[in-house]
C-alpha cells in the first residue's frame, strides 16, 4: 500500500511558474515509476510526465520543455517543476506511483489565469 500526498498548487499567471511535490509514504518508493496526470473540467485524465526507476523520463507534447519532472528517492518524492505556464494547463494535477498496482493522490488544483 502507497500513500500520496500533492502539494504545490495554487494560481499563477500565465508565463508564471509553479513547483509541484508529491510525498509517498507505505513502501520501497524507489522501485516505483511516478507520474503526473491531469485533469481538466470536462475532460479526461491525462498523463503529464514520468519518472521511471531507472531516472528514465517522459513527457506528453505540450509540455516538453517546459516542465520538469524530478525524484528524490531519499525523501521519497517526486517533483513537477512547471515553468512558462498557459491558461491551458489549468486543471487538478494528480500524483501516480505504479508497479504491480496503481496508486493516486488526492489531486492539487493549479489555475493559471490572469
Known amino acids: 500500500q502507497v500513500q500520496l500526498v500533492e502539494s504545490g498548487g495554487g494560481l499563477v499567471q500565465p508565463g508564471g511558474s509553479l513547483r509541484l511535490s508529491c510525498v509517498a509514504s507505505g513502501s520501497i518508493f524507489s522501485i516505483y515509476a511516478m507520474g503526473w496526470y491531469r485533469q481538466a473540467p470536462g475532460k479526461q485524465r491525462e498523463l503529464v510526465a514520468i519518472?521511471?526507476?531507472?531516472?528514465?523520463?517522459t513527457y506528453v507534447d505540450s509540455v516538453k520543455g517546459r516542465f520538469t519532472i524530478s525524484r528524490d528517492n531519499a525523501k521519497n518524492t517526486v517533483y513537477l517543476q512547471m515553468n512558462s505556464l498557459k491558461p491551458e494547463d489549468t486543471a487538478v494535477y494528480y500524483c501516480?506511483?505504479?508497479?504491480?498496482?496503481?496508486?493516486w493522490g488526492q489531486g492539487t488544483q493549479v489555475t493559471v489565469s490572469s
Open positions: 501516480n506511483a505504479a508497479y504491480t498496482m496503481n496508486y
Open positions: 519518472i521511471t526507476s531507472t531516472m528514465t523520463t
